[in-house]
Structure formats: structure tokens, C-alpha cells
């Protein structure tokens, strides 16, 4: 297992940021999520330093989607990103943590009614319309609000990404976003534009998750840039804001090439740079919207070792006390992960184990092949670069409580989610006694 950000080996164990495993899951238990708050923040800081331009604004803006809860949203607020939500859900969390409204961009292709009056209401700076009834619904809370509403309008530039099917989002066939091959769209762009109530800002797009070309995120800038430009020129209006979404592909196993971040983002920006230029065009901001990238390979689970179990087939099993409750990516996307015995790190291979967690489900598996030393019950599982849509993602299936969530810095570690109890799985279960509801 390759060692990422702030591990490190000491005596056989693995430390993450300066604490051993075997501490950190005697003190908060098993499974933990546990994420590297230094590796987090440095890479914050690689975005804002490498996207940034002389020629216009950059603005990052972590899409809270892949991981959030109050801790996170600090620290994203402390470090001055902008942040992306698409839910009253994510919003209130944001709002909650501190998030200044006017950062918060508010994203997805259905957003309740109810969803956009709460947006409004706390001064969500934007508001990325999906669809004509989504502006239709601003425009009327906007006017009996008062407030003038700035807004994006996601377009779908019909980009292929080669990423899993379930993660593409700008096919042809997309529910996200208007086509820019759609006669309609320049027409409702004008009628956003004439708005009493609302400031039409620019575009967004976002071709899809886990993509490893550059040359896909390339082409999307070039073609966006394109689109704006002709929309500039057909409606005679100037925009502010092109949002390129996020997508940016990381590494989970051997098979992962990820950019060298960068690099990426400066040729990124350079790109831009001069795609602008050779088109004339220029908006005052360009935003880019990570989420994976700047959380996943800060976040490691641990595990504590089952039952091993040997089938008459195959490779044998190892349990382990969460599954796709913790994870469900494996069993979702087919996603592959690495593993280490997280207290036997020096020791040789012994065998290819499958690691499957404890879930009454044949696809709860976690692993499907995985090289290991010898493994015993009560070992520590690490899986790495768990950090997005594993906690955002997990379940409460057959009624396992989620792990608490512990960021570690320095040697220090602080709880930013609790262990949730078998209490909190009864917290809004209702008995039948005490009298029937007749509706
Ligand atoms: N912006 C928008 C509008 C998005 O829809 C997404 C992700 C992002 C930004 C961030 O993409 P990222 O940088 O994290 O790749 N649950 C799936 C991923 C779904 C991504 C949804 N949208 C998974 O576990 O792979």
C-alpha cells in the first residue's frame, strides 16, 4: 500500500500524522474514519496556488457533496474557499459551520421550492439554475423576498469523460443542465438576462467525476469559452463568471494515474489563459469545483479483523466490522480500493485475500483481491483514500451505526463526527403505542 500524505510506519504500525492506528481505534473505535487534516489543508492551498491567474479571479469551491460536516465546512471557511451545495440539507451545514452566505454556490437539477426559500433567505451568493421551472420559482421567492438573485446557468457542452457510467454527467442524454446544442437555450439565457429579479452571471458545466484527462477538462474550457463567447455576441451582454465544475480523477490503487496536481492546474489556467485570448473573451471569474480531489486521499478507515473465512473456491475471506454501510462505492461503482494490515506493515505478502464487510448483502464486498501478510483476528484493516463519498454516502443498513469521524494533526486528534449509538438509530422511530394516527 503506498503510504499517502502524513503516514508513516514505526515498529510494524501505521501512524497517520504522528498517531498509531491501534491508538486511535482503542480511543474512538472501530471502524474510524480518520482524516489527515495537514494533507487536507496543503492540498487546499496547492489549488488556490496553482488555479490562480493574473489575467482574471480564480475561485475554488469545494463541492461539500464528497465530504461535510461542521468541522470540514470550517476548515473549507478558514482556508477561504467558496463552497458548492445541493441540498437544504448541505446548506444548513454550511450555514451552521460559519459559511458566509455570499460564498456559497447552490447547485442541483431539483431543488424544492422550499430548498430555494431557505437559499434566499440566508443569501446564498449563487444559484446555479438547472431548468426553466427552477427560474421560474427564484424569480417569484426573489420578488416576494425582495432580493436580487445572481445565478449561473449549468450548460451541458456534451463533453465525454471516460470515467464510470454513473458519474458522467454531460452525455447528451444528461438530466443535468441545459444543452448548448439546444435551440431553447440562448432564448431562456436572454430571458434570464431581462430578469428584474435576477442577475444572470455566466455558466457552469461539469463533465463528470474520477476523469484522469487533462485533455477532457481542456476541451470543456474551450468549449464553454466558445459558447460564452457566442452568447456574449448573439444577446450583445457581457458575463462574469464561467464555472468549470470539478471531476478532477485521484488515486485509489495502482491502476489510478492522477495528475500531478500542479502541474495540471497550471497548465489548467494556461490553457484558459489562452483560449481567452485567442477568442477575445473575458469574464472576470473562472471557478473550478473539487471535491474528490482535494478530500480523498486525506481520508483513511480503519477496520478491525473478523472471521477469515476460506470458501472452496477463490481467495479466502476477510471480515471486517463495517462494509458497504461505511463504503458503498465498491458495491455502487464497482470502485477499487488498497489495504494494509495496519499493525503488521513490514511483514511479507502471505496471500491475496478478499476483504468483505458484514453486511447481509453477497456484493458487500470491499476488496475483491488484495495482497496481505498474514492476517489474525483483531488486526487493523487500513483502507486508504477513503476520504469523499464514503462518509457522504454511508447508510444505516441492517441498522449498523455509522463510525465516527476523527481529524488528526500534529499527534493530536480531534472527534469532528461522533460514533452514532444504537440510540440514534431509534432517535426518530416512533412506537405504536401511545395511541393510533387516523389520517
Ligand atoms: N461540481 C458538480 C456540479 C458536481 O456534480 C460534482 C460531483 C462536483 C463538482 C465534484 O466532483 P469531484 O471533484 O468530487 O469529482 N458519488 C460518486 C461521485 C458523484 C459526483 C457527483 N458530482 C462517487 O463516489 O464516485
Given at each position: 500500500?503506498?503510504?499517502?500524505?502524513?503516514?508513516?510506519i514505526?515498529?510494524q504500525?501505521l501512524?497517520?500524522?504522528?498517531?498509531?492506528?491501534?491508538e486511535?481505534?482503542?480511543?474512538?473505535?472501530?471502524?474510524?474514519?480518520?482524516v489527515?487534516?495537514?494533507d487536507?489543508t496543503?492540498?487546499?492551498q496547492?489549488?488556490?496556488?496553482h488555479?490562480s491567474?493574473e489575467?482574471f479571479?480564480?475561485?475554488?469551491v469545494?463541492?461539500?457533496?464528497?465530504f461535510?460536516?461542521?468541522?470540514?465546512?470550517q476548515?473549507?471557511a478558514?482556508?477561504?474557499?467558496s463552497?458548492?451545495?445541493?441540498?437544504?440539507?448541505e446548506?444548513?451545514?454550511a450555514?451552521?459551520?460559519?459559511?458566509?452566505?455570499a460564498?456559497?454556490?447552490?447547485h442541483?437539477?431539483?431543488?424544492l421550492?422550499?430548498?430555494?426559500?431557505?437559499?434566499?433567505?440566508a443569501?446564498?451568493g449563487t444559484f446555479v439554475v438547472d431548468?426553466?421551472?427552477?427560474?421560474?420559482?427564484?424569480?417569484e421567492?426573489a420578488?416576494?423576498e425582495g432580493?436580487r438573485i445572481?445565478?449561473l446557468?449549468r450548460?451541458n457542452?456534451?463533453i465525454?469523460?471516460?470515467?464510470?457510467e454513473y458519474?458522467?454527467?454531460?452525455n447528451?442524454d444528461?438530466k443535468?443542465?441545459v444543452s448548448?446544442f439546444?435551440?431553447?437555450?440562448?432564448?431562456?439565457v436572454?430571458?434570464m438576462h431581462?430578469?428584474?429579479?435576477?442577475?444572470?452571471a455566466?455558466?457552469?458545466?461539469h463533465?463528470g467525476?474520477?476523469?484522469?484527462?487533462?485533455?477532457?477538462?481542456?476541451?470543456?474550457?474551450?468549449?464553454?469559452?466558445?459558447?460564452?463567447k457566442?452568447?456574449?455576441?448573439?444577446?450583445?451582454?457581457?458575463?462574469?463568471e464561467?464555472?468549470?465544475?470539478?471531476?478532477?480523477?485521484?488515486?485509489?490503487?495502482?491502476e489510478?494515474q492522477?495528475?500531478?496536481l500542479?502541474?495540471f492546474l497550471?497548465?489548467?489556467?494556461q490553457?484558459?489563459e489562452?483560449?481567452?485570448e485567442?477568442?477575445g473573451?473575458?469574464?472576470?471569474?473562472i471557478?473550478?469545483?473539487?471535491?474528490r480531489?482535494?478530500?480523498?486521499?486525506s481520508?483513511s478507515t480503519?477496520?478491525?479483523i473478523?472471521?477469515?473465512k476460506e470458501?472452496?473456491v477463490?481467495?479466502?475471506?476477510?471480515?471486517?466490522?463495517?462494509?458497504?454501510t461505511d463504503n458503498p462505492?465498491?458495491?455502487?461503482y464497482?470502485?477499487?480500493?488498497?489495504?494494509?494490515?495496519a499493525?503488521?506493515?513490514k511483514e511479507?505478502i502471505?496471500?491475496?485475500?478478499r476483504?468483505?464487510g458484514k453486511?447481509?448483502?453477497?456484493g458487500d464486498v470491499?476488496?475483491?483481491?488484495?495482497?496481505?501478510?498474514?492476517?489474525a483476528p483483531?488486526?487493523l484493516?487500513?483502507?486508504p483514500s477513503?476520504?469523499?463519498?464514503?462518509y457522504?454516502?454511508s447508510?444505516?443498513?441492517?441498522r449498523?451505526?455509522?463510525?465516527?469521524v476523527?481529524?488528526?494533526?500534529?499527534g493530536?486528534a480531534r472527534?469532528?463526527?461522533k460514533?452514532?449509538?444504537?440510540?440514534d438509530?431509534?432517535?426518530n422511530?416512533?412506537?405504536?403505542?401511545?395511541?393510533?394516527?387516523?389520517?
Amino acid at each position: 500500500m503506498k503510504l499517502l500524505g502524513n503516514m508513516a510506519i514505526e515498529q510494524q504500525e501505521l501512524t497517520i500524522a504522528g498517531i498509531r492506528a491501534s491508538e486511535l481505534v482503542q480511543t474512538y473505535g472501530s471502524p474510524l474514519y480518520v482524516v489527515d487534516q495537514k494533507d487536507l489543508t496543503d492540498r487546499i492551498q496547492t489549488f488556490v496556488t496553482h488555479f490562480s491567474s493574473e489575467k482574471f479571479q480564480t475561485n475554488i469551491v469545494y463541492a461539500s457533496k464528497a465530504f461535510t460536516n461542521l468541522y470540514m465546512a470550517q476548515i473549507v471557511a478558514r482556508e477561504g474557499l467558496s463552497l458548492d451545495v445541493v441540498s437544504g440539507g448541505e446548506l444548513y451545514t454550511a450555514i451552521e459551520a460559519g459559511v458566509d452566505p455570499a460564498k456559497i454556490y447552490f447547485h442541483g437539477n431539483n431543488k424544492l421550492p422550499s430548498e430555494l426559500e431557505e437559499a434566499v433567505a440566508a443569501g446564498v451568493g449563487t444559484f446555479v439554475v438547472d431548468n426553466d421551472y427552477e427560474f421560474t420559482w427564484l424569480q417569484e421567492i426573489a420578488e416576494a423576498e425582495g432580493r436580487r438573485i445572481r445565478v449561473l446557468l449549468r450548460v451541458n457542452p456534451g463533453i465525454e469523460a471516460h470515467t464510470h457510467e454513473y458519474i458522467q454527467t454531460t452525455n447528451h442524454d444528461s438530466k443535468f443542465g441545459v444543452s448548448i446544442f439546444d435551440k431553447q437555450t440562448i432564448p431562456f439565457v436572454e430571458q434570464m438576462h431581462h430578469s428584474e429579479w435576477l442577475d444572470f452571471a455566466g455558466f457552469h458545466c461539469h463533465i463528470g467525476s474520477q476523469v484522469f484527462e487533462a485533455e477532457s477538462f481542456f476541451k470543456e474550457a474551450s468549449e464553454m469559452l466558445a459558447y460564452a463567447k457566442k452568447v456574449e455576441e448573439e444577446l450583445g451582454i457581457e458575463l462574469n463568471e464561467i464555472n468549470l465544475g470539478g471531476g478532477f480523477g485521484v488515486y485509489y490503487t495502482a491502476e489510478d494515474q492522477p495528475f500531478e496536481l500542479a502541474t495540471f492546474l497550471a497548465q489548467y489556467i494556461q490553457h484558459i489563459e489562452t483560449t481567452m485570448e485567442e477568442l477575445g473573451i473575458h469574464p472576470e471569474v473562472i471557478s473550478i469545483e473539487p471535491g474528490r480531489s482535494l478530500i480523498n486521499n486525506s481520508g483513511s478507515t480503519l477496520y478491525t479483523i473478523g472471521g477469515i473465512k476460506e470458501t472452496i473456491v477463490g481467495h479466502p475471506y476477510l471480515f471486517v466490522d463495517g462494509g458497504m454501510t461505511d463504503n458503498p462505492r465498491p458495491i455502487t461503482y464497482q470502485a477499487k480500493y488498497d489495504a494494509a494490515i495496519a499493525t503488521r506493515m513490514k511483514e511479507p505478502i502471505h496471500q491475496t485475500y478478499r476483504v468483505a464487510g458484514k453486511c447481509c448483502e453477497s456484493g458487500d464486498v470491499l476488496i475483491k483481491e488484495v495482497d496481505l501478510p498474514k492476517a489474525a483476528p483483531g488486526d487493523l484493516l487500513v483502507i486508504p483514500s477513503t476520504g469523499a463519498y464514503n462518509y457522504s454516502m454511508s447508510s444505516n443498513y441492517n441498522r449498523i451505526p455509522r463510525p465516527a469521524v476523527v481529524f488528526v494533526e500534529n499527534g493530536e486528534a480531534r472527534v469532528a463526527v461522533k460514533r452514532e449509538t444504537y440510540a440514534d438509530l431509534l432517535r426518530n422511530d416512533m412506537r405504536m403505542e401511545g395511541g393510533t394516527h387516523v389520517i
